[in-house]
């Protein structure tokens, strides 16, 4: 860098060591190295927290984020336009960064006032819907992208349509390791004389070692002395979902291939330092990955510097890095190849040696000083470029810019309310009314919430805990025999009816198919599609629009990973054809709606209209839910633009009077939710406000100025009447509130919140 360069404070957001993963290795590496080589800058870290209380982290770290909390996110943002930041550094990972597909680092990046450098650790071939707008959203709000590999930078280009000179090519640092002999080493780890392969990194099932442990015995026929260290501690997310199945599967393995005298677990996460070590020692470097998407590796790389033999399954870092005879490539999941070319390379010494020191020429360019000073470069491109850019100012946003703050998400009250049968159906204030038993329809609405906190990654061990109660209850209430489900269980878990309501079931239906296309648990996935398939054919037979409303909604979600069920599609070809019918026949030009009356949960038929006609390609099947939904949604706002649901003491019959009260959580929930439908199809801005409007309702905005919503305890009141609130909690309104609040956090993890006023 020149010494006329103007940037004085560099920002580096990721993950931080003492965090253990290698995105906290490779923030603090490249923030020491940067800083080492231009001393003359101010570096600091911004680290997210996975976990309660954080870690402790050293000086350089100067503000923490805590992984899963939104604002803490805009609080960064905050802070970082206040320091006076010039550059921020940001690692992205998907899996680093709270929300789906890790979008919360869109709530900072979108506040942020100084040029954003991204470093790409990770670039999708196959994103999903969720993670390609998070893709591109972070691809917009950088001034410039750093990819590792040349196929990184390919697939920006081609998949993403990134322009080229937006990419900066810099190489995954490593450290200056000396070319030296490994019996150098050895006799630091007790293998002196003996021929070692060496594989680290964090332990999970992806990484593909127990190849390895196969190929021994044939390895060890011919090279008795070949002793295999596997180095690392299990990965922290895997430790915290499974602990250690996996390692104990492979010390089980090689007892079983009666190898155990030639492996060494080191269970632990080594400073670099001592990794060096390890690494010096080896003769032959193995990576057995299993999944080819990995377009860089920091283990790869470290190895292959250090002037290592290396012998790797074709990822995509490892086909580029190991080409031109710099290492071998063998098949995934390939033992036998693993063995050949083991075997090979110790025979043909010449071969190997010419090897190591291709690998060691080219890794001079990837030691860190030489990275931090294309890294600098990379800065000082973007900060020229942020200077003719321009950038909304921190200081002058006013409140109709500024990022939402929705309400804490509060799980206390739903906890209190569900016991180990289900949630139950009502409460005396906050108190669970265990005389009113439980319901088929909340324990549905229940599930829904459990899954969709589940994708948003909000407590969940919880969230998990939660669902399997809750499908529990599901399936418990399906009787095989009538192909029905019940709807009513006393608290001494009698079943009170026979069978339930055709709402009752199509509710379920819903939430079975959420369970089935939105679940990331297997085991829910097949147990909820498989009730689903059972109970599905009934509601052919219903009478009721929102039965065919709700069934809808559950075809839409369950299709969603299984969209080429043929029968399911042409059920949903069926209740589609069934609403659009009944609108024909009822609707007139003054009262365009599919009944003469507005009763309960009423967004909910145009919200399954957009979602099929949206689903199945039919124009006039959106057309329709769009157009009735507005509708109704003028129909539902005051004339002081809050919303007025549609009151439950009388409903509303075409000419008639309209009752104004009960007003009833259901009802601001439907419309949340179809107002969210509908801006994701077609991006109108004015869907997002009648979304906003809905919510502020449970919030306080509505006919008497009384919040709904009760923060200390997480629950919902169950009504607004003539002159105040139902000071009871039950489930029905507290799950309203709560999907409510999923609903729109899960849109704001996912948009940008246009600056313009609405059309």
């Known amino acids: 860098m020149e010494a006329s360069s103007e940037i004085r404070k560099i920002a580096f957001l990721g993950d931080y060591l003492p965090r253990k993963c290698g995105i906290a290795t490779f923030t603090s590496d490249v923030l020491t190295a940067v800083a080492a080589e231009h001393p003359q800058s101010e570096c600091f870290a911004v680290p997210v927290n996975d976990i309660a209380g954080g870690y402790e982290y050293p000086d350089v770290v100067r503000f923490e984020i805590e992984e899963q909390d939104l604002p803490s996110y805009q609080r960064a943002a905050d802070f970082l336009n206040i320091s006076n930041t010039d550059i921020v550094c940001v690692q992205h990972e998907f899996g680093i960064y709270g929300g789906p597909a890790g979008s ?269 000073r294309m890294y600098m470069q990379s800065f000082e491109r973007a900060r020229i470029e942020g200077a003719v850019l321009s950038r909304k100012s921190f200081a002058t946003k006013t409140l109709d810019k500024a990022p939402r703050q929705l309400p804490e998400l509060k799980l206390d009250h739903l906890s209190r309310m569900t016991d180990s049968t289900g949630i139950f159906q009502h409460a005396i204030f906050t108190v669970p009314n265990f005389s009113e038993g439980y319901c088929t329809d909340d324990n549905a609405r229940a599930f829904i919430l459990a899954v969709l906190l589940d994708v948003l990654k909000e407590e969940p061990v919880r969230m998990r805990t939660l669902a399997t109660t809750y499908a529990a209850f599901l399936h418990h209430a399906f009787d095989p025999k009538t192909k029905r489900f019940h709807n009513h269980l006393s608290f001494d878990r009698r079943w009170l009816d026979e069978q339930g309501s055709e709402d009752c079931h199509a509710r379920a239906l819903w939430a079975l198919g959420l369970g089935a296309g939105r679940s990331p648990y297997r085991s829910f996935q097949v147990m909820a599609g ?109 004339e002081h633009g809050h919303l007025r649901p549609i009151g439950s003491n009388g409903f509303y019959r075409r000419g008639g009077v309209r009752a104004l009260f009960d007003q009833q959580p259901i009802e601001a929930y439907a419309m949340v939710s179809a107002s969210l439908a509908a801006y994701r199809v077609i991006s109108d801005p004015w869907w997002f406000e009648q979304a906003q409007r809905a919510f502020d309702w449970f919030l306080g905005w509505n006919d008497l100025g009384l919040e709904l919503y009760s923060p200390s305890t997480g629950g919902c009141r169950d009504a607004l009447h003539v002159d105040r609130v139902n000071g009871n909690q039950g489930a029905e309104s507290t799950l309203a509130f709560l999907l409510s609040l999923a609903e729109m956090q899960r849109m704001q993890n996912t948009i940008t919140i246009l600056d313009q006023p609405a059309s």
Do not use: C
Not at 190 to 217: C, D, M, Q, W
């Open 104 to 372: 919360h680092v869109l709530a900072l990046l979108r506040e942020l006032n100084m040029p954003v450098v991204t470093t790409l650790h990770t670039v999708l071939r196959d994103p999903n819907a969720e993670q390609r707008r998070v893709m591109q959203e972070l691809i917009a709000r950088s001034t410039r992208l750093v990819v590792m590999s040349e196929r990184g930078r390919q697939m920006l280009r081609e998949i993403y349509q990134t322009p080229p000179a937006k990419l900066d090519f810099i190489p995954h640092g490593i450290p200056d390791i000396p070319f030296v002999d490994p019996n150098y080493y050895k006799d630091q780890f007790g293998v002196e004389g003996r021929v070692v392969l060496l594989t680290f990194g964090l332990l999970s099932p992806n990484k593909g070692i127990e190849h390895v442990l196969k190929a021994l015995p044939t390895i060890l026929e011919e090279f008795p002395d070949v002793v295999y260290i596997v180095l690392g501690a299990t990965h922290p997310n895997e430790l915290r979902e499974q602990g250690e199945v996996y390692r104990l599967s492979l010390e089980r393995l090689a007892k079983k291939n009666k190898v155990q005298k030639n492996v060494i677990f080191y269970n632990r996460f080594v400073e670099i330092e001592e990794l060096k070590e390890f690494i010096g020692a080896a003769d032959l470097y193995i990576t057995p990955y299993l999944n080819e998407a990995q377009i860089t590796s920091g283990t790869l790389a470290y190895t292959f510097g250090a002037g290592k033999a290396v012998i790797s399954t074709p990822y995509w870092h490892a086909t580029e890095l190991l080409a031109e005879d710099r290492g071998v490539l063998v098949p995934f999941g390939d033992a036998p190849a693993i063995a050949r070319e083991v075997i090979g390379l110790l025979r043909n010494e010449t071969r190997r040696h010419a090897m190591r020191k291709n690998a060691y020429k080219l890794g001079r360019d990837m030691i860190w000083s030489n990275v931090a």
């Open 530 to 638: 498989q009730l689903f398939m059972q109970a599905l054919p009934a509601v052919t037979g219903f009478t009721s629009p929102r039965a065919w409303a709700y069934g809808l909604m559950g075809i839409h979600e369950y299709l969603r990973r299984l969209s080429g069920d043929r029968a399911v599609n042409q059920i949903r070809e069926t209740l589609t054809t069934l609403l659009m019918g009944l609108f024909d026949r009822t609707a007139q030009p003054d009262w365009p709606w599919f009944e003469e009356e507005l009763t309960y949960d009423n967004a909910k038929l145009a919200h399954a209209l957009i979602l099929s006609g949206r689903g199945t390609g039919q124009p006039a099947v959106l057309e329709r839910g769009l157009k009735t939904l507005r509708w109704l949604a003028e129909v539902q706002t005051s």
